[in-house]
């Protein structure tokens, strides 16, 4: 391995550490322990769960995809640094696992994967399609490895700890077109549901390569990396219309004012209200079709907002991706609170509602949107990045 791909690699320090029975985490298919290199510091050791359809020698696989990464952080970092404002902003390191067999102590015969231990563990995007709008230079290396690969590799499944734009990523994914990288590749498949669901952030070129209309192939989530030992995924039957928000039932009974990106609902309102919204087409909700026939939304800030617009006079009807009940069951399950039909909704900062008509709402900043006008203050590709990214969760 070459120093320039080596500074950007995250290895065990040391082939020797004391092992820990305590699990410290767990997904579908593994378990995490802590261990601690006999130097000190704390290790990672990774085990398949008993039960798993496949060979332990999937490890030698994460292996492979965690080296197969190097060189697209390496090629990411240069085009920071020579291409774009953020030049020493960014800092991302990938821890390189080794796999171990014929483990001493109480872990006689066992296989597993030993890497640092990474503080503040968290997911910033899935295998599946699933994606966490903040970490925005995740999605961006994503996005770039599919485009410096000329769209035969794309980095995915990125998580691990994360503070401002620096990260340490663990146990990621690499997909291709040719599935060489074992039971996480999926693929063709998942390289188009993955581009499906990938909105480009600040830290993306206008000039990478795209996927145009990809399709949402397998239903997104972070809740497991998705393998092909699930042959799996049922594919996510859905449909796309044209709709008023008017139209669309909420699935909580109270919203909070703002997004996760600290934006309140009312400055939302007013800056797609300001962009003429009326003339783009923007497809932001996912909405369920139950068995009625009625349309419930899985983003109720969103349709919160759009509702508005609508009674403003600012939207007509918006693009919906309209899914099953039966492709969202759990979904619905963890996400609809709603007790009084999801008609009106409630804004718990101000006891403020939403209805469906200007006469079941009482926003007192209502007229502001009414009397909007549009402006060219954001450009183009900054308005499509600012729609990408308010979202509920």
Known sequence: MSAALEKYANRNPENSVYGSDTRIGEGKYKFVTRGTYKSGPPAADKFLKTGT???SDCFLDDVQAAEAALPYVAGFHRYVDTATPFRGRVSIKLNIPTFWSDIGGNLVGQKMLREPFIENFQKFNSNSGAVDLTATVAQALSHFTYHASDGKELLCDLQGGKVGDSYVLSDVVMMSMSKKYGNTDLGATGIENWL???????FCSSSWKNWTGARRLIQPAFSTTLTLDVATAPPVGCEHIRVRPSAIYFTHDT???????GHTLKETALQIARQNVGKRDIQM????RVEDGRLFSMDNRRLAVFRLLEMCDKVGTIKVEVVSFNTWRNEWIRKTTTTTGGATIRVRQGNYQIGRTKAETNIPWLCQVQGAQPTEFMPDSEFSIFLATFTDE
Do not use: M, N, Y
């Open 285 to 288: 909700l996912t909405v369920v």
């Open 255 to 261: 919203i909070k004012d703002r997004f996760q990106d």
């Open 196 to 202: 499906h669901s990938h909105r480009c952030t600040q």
């Open 53 to 55: 359809t496949f060979s």
